[in-house]
């Protein structure tokens, strides 16, 4: 064997006996969770590293006038499909993680998503074991943004902040001392039914001037008579302005100085909607505690909702390492 510290710089390869072939080692796998997020308008499914890296990504919309079977036959294929998309990439899927629109119950026994009427008290956690012979942790999809935000997103570093997704639907998640909020049910941070405007329109939970009937897509459809996709600059602004006004109550409530919002509406209406949400917020929080609180848009922005849903997965994996139910 020549020494590379004593050749002339034309190194030999190393002789290798017939009799004696090299060693074959099989490639490493790489560990992920198959990620899903169910929103009011799409199923999505990815894979997601320890990392937090998304090394791959389908979605499908949710078809409208159907049966909740159908919209499972349309979710469970989109699922099997990423299963044998992992084995493609050589990855050992090591557990499912879902962030789903609420209300829920503890990991997902059940979902009745405001957004998909077809699916009320709808089993979705056995339905998905039973699928694809994997643990499932589950959670509402706006706390699956706020661990993906405070993972590797604007709120990195931060012990106290509030995500939000405005999109369909909203919804929030907490984190308060490091420790995301969960409630009595598992449906802490359900900010979509703060009233903001009282005597308002009346929601799909029943009350009246909920965040959700003003500043959601699809109330700004109902609105409008036009999609989201297509706003005029006032409905961007008083969009802001609603959640900037849900975002002081929360600030206030909780003593909290950072708002995260995602979301399809929040980010795709940018600058004027985060202005017009800052002044709102700014306008609101008076207290000394709460004073100069800012509400920012999510870093990881259309990838969020998959990499939340991976962390939901993640933290699920290591809880059951530790023993932690």
Partial sequence: MVDPDQADG???PLAVDAEDPPEVHPPLLIDVILAVDIGGTKFAAGLVTA??????????EVERDVGP??????????????????IGQGARIRAVGVGAAGPVTHQLETISPVNIPEWREFPLRARLQELTGLRVFGDLDAKALALAEGWLGAAQGQPDFCAMTVSTGIGGGIVLDGELLDGESGNAGHIGHII???????????????????ASGLAIEQITGR?????????MQRTGTFVGRA?????????????????AVALGFAATFFQS??????????????????????????????????????RGVRRAARGVH
């Fill in 196 to 214: 903001v405007e009282p005597l308002g329109r009346r929601c799909g939970c029943g009350a009246q001037g909920c965040l959700e009937a003003e």
């Fill in 247 to 263: 975002a002081a109550s929360i600030c206030n409530s909780l003593d909290l100085q950072l708002v995260v919002v995602g979301g």
């Fill in 10 to 12: 034309s190194l030999e």
């Fill in 277 to 314: 949400a800052q002044v709102a917020l700014d306008e609101n929080v008076q207290l000394t505690y709460s004073r100069g609180a800012r509400i920012i848009p999510s870093r990881l922005a259309d990838s969020g909702p998959l990499i939340g849903a991976g962390a939901v997965g993640w």
């Fill in 227 to 235: 999609p989201p996709s297509e706003p005029t600059y006032e409905i």
């Fill in 51 to 60: 990392r937090g890296e998304l090394i791959a990504r389908a979605r499908v």
């Fill in 69 to 86: 079977e159908s919209h499972y036959t349309s979710f469970a294929t989109l699922v099997t499909e990423m299963q044998q998309q992992a």
